[in-house]
């Protein structure tokens, strides 16, 4: 039974960060690719940042791409996102997903994610 956990969120001030971390077990961990998305009340959940299962290949939503920080240990099945320079806007539910086509690529498209976690909620205040 595939399981992806999330963790670290909390409230926070604008300008702050928060690191978020999503645990995973019963799936091969290093062969998925790994996303984070978030949904703000009323709003579409939305892509966020998508990491290759090696590493090597990150993609970034213009909203957070030189604030945020997508990072993963397959050594402990977890995947990081490190949210820097916080906005209020920044406020949602956070989800992290996995693909299971594997390969270098990442994808923004919520379907093609096979797993879901339950999410963990950012405040941040202005």
């Known amino acids: 039974q595939v399981q992806l956990v999330e963790s670290g969120g909390g409230l926070v001030q604008a300008g702050g960060s928060l690191r978020l971390s999503c645990a995973a077990s019963?799936?091969?961990?290093?062969?998925?690719?790994m996303g984070w998305f978030r949904q703000a009340p009323g709003k579409e959940r939305e892509f966020v940042a998508a990491i290759s299962w090696s590493s090597s290949s990150t993609y970034y939503a213009d909203s957070v791409k030189g604030r945020f920080t997508i990072s993963r240990d397959n050594a402990k099945n977890t995947v990081y996102l490190q949210m820097n320079s916080l906005k209020p806007e920044d406020t949602a539910v956070y989800y992290c997903?996995?693909?299971?086509?594997?390969?270098?690529?990442?994808?923004?498209?919520?379907?093609?994610?096979?797993?879901w976690g339950q999410g963990t909620q950012v405040t941040v205040s202005s």
């Open positions: 019963g799936l091969t961990f290093s062969t998925y690719a």
């Open positions: 997903a996995a693909d299971r086509r594997g390969g270098s690529l990442v994808t923004t498209v919520i379907y093609e994610y096979d797993y």
